[in-house]
């Protein structure tokens, strides 16, 4: 039994989604997380079982990989990919409640801002660590954010923003979601936020690394 959970964690650690994948060179041929997943549950292995000693063990180990420079976006989207064929096996259990996320996380660029790469690469960290992520999409007003909060109850909200010009709403949104839900931590990101920038508009807590997030909710 450990031994598949094994083989899956490294399956979606190297970025092996199925039989079929080329890639990486050394596993080729051999099954995937996607075949190796249905296998596990077909020896009855459960379902949050494979979720947290396969697909989880596998992205923490390409979070901290990525946080140490040792690999590289490419690598994090070929993982996210073989991770995500497994979830398709997983997703009935979430469904009937066989198996939980962690908690929930409202992410959304702030109005006016049009990127979303780097929201999108926490989104593949969180959803790889067993959170549940409610994408907005970008240029999204603080109304749009206190709605999601409402309809999900999300434990956190990450508010992206890439441009300087941007920023202005960042603060904005971040002071709005502290005035109705201040339980909800916030968390902000993008290329010119710092920390100081974060703690003057009342965020929770900034990174640059995606894993860190990861780590502040895990921490909570």
């Known amino acids: 039994m450990d031994d598949i959970l094994a083989r899956i964690a490294l399956c979606v ?31 009855n ?27 590289y976006l490419p690598d994090v989207l070929v993982a996210a990919k073989a991770m995500n064929a497994a979830m398709e096996h997983l997703k009935p259990y979430f469904i009937s409640g ?26 593949m960290f969180l959803e790889g660590s067993g959170w549940e992520v409610i994408d907005c999409g970008v240029d999204v007003s603080s109304q749009d954010f206190l709605r ?12 992206s923003a890439l441009l300087t010009t941007t920023m202005i709403h960042m603060e904005e949104t ?9 339980e909800v931590k916030v968390l902000v990101g993008g290329a010119p936020v710092t920390a100081e920038f974060a703690g003057r508009i009342g965020a929770d807590m900034t990174s640059a690394h995606p894993q ?3 780590e502040y909710l895990e921490s909570q």
Do not use: C, W
Request: aromatic share 2%; no cysteine.
């Open 148 to 159: 999601a909060i409402k309809q999900n109850k999300p434990v956190a909200v990450g508010v």
């Open 212 to 214: 860190e997030a990861v």
């Open 13 to 43: 650690e190297r970025g092996k989604v199925n039989a079929g994948s080329r890639y990486p060179p050394e596993l080729k041929g051999q099954d995937g997380a996607d075949e190796l997943t249905r296998q596990a549950l077909d020896r």
């Open 98 to 123: 066989d198996v939980k996320h962690k908690g929930k996380v409202v992410m959304g660029t702030v109005s006016g801002d049009l990127h979303d790469i780097g929201k999108k690469i926490v989104a």
């Open 45 to 71: 292995i459960r379902p949050g079982e494979i979720l947290t000693s396969g697909l989880i063990s596998g992205m923490q180990r390409v979070g901290e990989k990525f946080k140490r420079n040792e690999i």
């Open 174 to 182: 971040v002071k709005t979601i502290k005035s109705k839900f201040p």
